[in-house]
């Protein structure tokens, strides 16, 4: 038998890599290094050679943020496909779709908790479902959140990640924006701050309404901030715009948000913000 037929009969009997190999390693999608899986979440999801931040989603940002022993909220629940919608896919079959590659029911989950001993509800916004999209589930979320906040006088911290308005859901995604500003004046009664965190992207109209009305306003480093694309802005005006324009250290230097914080340093900063903007207790 000569070598050739001795390696063909021999392959099926080859053990197979493991299931489990192809996540040893993550590829950063900023610079393209290869980075061990556990080093990736170990160091929050950033790359330790470029310091691009990737994306996360609830899970891991609660576990990030908050101490343990918190509470995930149960998700809203709200009609589904309410205008029938179709267009390559029935949106119902995506709705399925993303929650059975997120696990989550819609794109904005809520926990209570705390970040180092002092009370806060955190929203955090998921762009793997849907692209984060703002829908009836998201602004049900929202109010949830508020609602939460003031009923245990903690302040309201969101963690935005959005491609805007849920096109699936029509004038009922867009009347979503009116009624989290409704919430935030409900919280701003209270007496109770509302903190917003800009992740990477935070675009379309979730930036044009509550991701930007925030009495703190941070973000990560180099996050993409704004409400139409860049291209669609060019065609419009027929200028070239600026280097880095939406990102997070531009919005910074034009006065748009308040901090550009490190992924690293966002719990720290979110339990002084948190602290400092608490009302102050009778004495």
């Given at each position: ?222 996050a993409l901030i704004g409400f139409a694309g860049q291209r669609v802005i060019e065609n419009t005006i ?46």
């Open positions: 038998m000569s070598w050739i037929n001795r390696v063909r009969n021999a392959i099926p009997f080859i053990p197979k890599r493991s299931e489990g190999a192809d996540t040893l390693w993550h590829k950063c999608g900023s610079c393209g290094q290869m980075i061990f899986t556990r080093e990736w979440e170990e160091n929050l999801s950033v790359c330790p050679k470029c310091d691009h931040h990737g994306r996360i989603g609830p899970k891991a940002r609660f576990d990030q943020l908050l101490d343990p022993g918190f509470v995930v909220l149960p998700t809203p629940t709200v009609r589904e496909d309410p205008l029938k919608f179709r267009d390559s896919k029935k949106y119902t079959d995506r709705i399925k779709a993303a929650r059975t590659a997120t696990g989550e029911t819609d794109a904005l989950i809520n926990a209570r908790g705390a970040i180092d001993a002092k009370p806060v509800v955190l929203g955090v916004q998921d762009f793997a479902y849907m692209g984060g999209s703002m829908g009836m589930g998201v602004g049900a979320a929202f109010v949830q959140g508020i609602e939460e906040a003031i009923a245990h006088n903690a302040p309201y911290v969101i963690c935005t990640a959005a491609g805007g308005a849920r096109m699936q859901e029509g004038i009922l995604s867009l009347m979503q924006m009116p009624r989290a500003t409704a919430a935030i004046q409900k919280l701003h009664a209270a007496g109770l701050p509302y903190i917003v965190v800009l992740t990477d992207p935070t675009t379309g109209g979730v930036t044009a309404s509550y991701a930007m009305l925030g009495d703190i306003q941070i973000a990560e480093p180099n027929r200028e070239k715009l600026p280097e880095g324009f939406q990102r997070a250290e531009y919005l910074l230097a034009h006065g748009m948000i308040d901090m550009v914080v490190h992924r690293r340093d966002l719990r720290a900063t979110l339990a002084n913000v948190a602290d400092y903007l608490r009302p102050a207790q009778a004495a």
